[in-house]
């Protein structure tokens, strides 16, 4: 009995906690602005385009032909532009791969590729690409074409068949495209998303840190651990009541401003989705709160989020390709929680995927979410206890 009152009396003391977050956040106009504006027109104006270097492209050869003039294409491909991880043998292993997101290319050399180029002297090879990241996917299908070109001008030479009068004795390679997931190549989709997850991310890290700011600022927090209030509860608070805004804010913004304007298609689980979002803006909001147990005053605050924020995008691929980065940074990528919600938000919007294909990253950002509240926890403890 005295179990159930205690839990009972936690509860009332929570809901009573959140209505004054809510109360605090609505009554604050500015913030209200700043997460309207951020949520709208911030990310429709990032549609407008945004470019990525293609280096170490992860990509997959798919050679049916088995011959020497096959290997010698398949071997252009194992440049700076790609990353040859995988050298197949199935269409289901490459249909798994694709879907996975394990390459992002995959070549395809069809049977009877050099007998082609042999008796007709033109051959044609597949580029099968991940338009998930469309504008990367699209420079990406620009150096395979490119790769396939010179390869032909390699062969000409090797041969003899170089000569500009007679152009159409000149091997020909032609790289035939096939995009998945953003057949159209709308950059504007990779773009709007981007903006959206990087507007997440930083509203995610700077509302609760402002919040538990100002009511050290204003006195308030001393005036919260004198009441049977403990730091847990405090933090609990603040966290939930921050995320319901933002998860709210992000299906406006999905659902007012990406799908309509941009004809974003939904392909996967909306359930599925707001877990992942729920659970990434936890963990976000954990380096938020800690970052407000170390700042004193609004501008510190501030400050610290702009440096933070920095290298949390950075680390995450969406400024510059993982693939690109070095093995060193590559590694300590995986502590930044937008990392993983990207493949996890793009895998289910674009592609589809479900809980069985992405419970790894499910999973570190788990490891990550409550790993940054028990940090938070403590530091609370110490600075407030």
Known sequence: MNQTHRLQAT????????RKEYLQFFRDRSLIYIVLYVFTLEIYLAGTGFNIEVRNY?????DRDRTQWSLQLAEKFRMPHFRVDYLLHSEAEMVD???????SLVVVIPHGFAQALLEKNRASVQAITDGTLSNTSLLALGYADQMAH???LELGQRLGKINPQEEHLQPQVTMKPQVLYNPNQKGEWFASLIELFSVITLVSILLPA????????????????????NPVEIMSAKIISMSSIILTASLASLFL???PVFNLPWRGSLLLFLG???????????????IATICRNLPQTILLVIMIIAPILFLSGSWTPLEAMPPVLGFITYLSPLKHYLNIAYNILLKGAGLANLWQDFLNLNILGFGLFAICA????RHFG
């Not at 509860?11 to 009573?16: P, Q």
């Not at 992860?58 to 798919?62: L, R």
């Open 11 to 18: 509860i009332a003391r929570l809901m009573a906690l959140l």
């Open 58 to 62: 992860p990509t997959a050869i798919f």
């Open 97 to 103: 791969l694709l879907n996975r997101g394990a390459v």
């Open 150 to 152: 010179i390869f032909a």
């Open 210 to 229: 402002a919040a538990m700011v100002r009511e050290k600022e204003y006195g308030t927090i001393e005036q919260l651990l004198v009441t049977p209030i």
């Open 257 to 259: 401003i990406i799908f």
């Open 276 to 290: 992942a979002t729920n659970l990434y803006v936890f963990c976000a909001t954990g380096f938020g709160m800690f």
């Open 378 to 381: 403590f530091q609370f403890r």
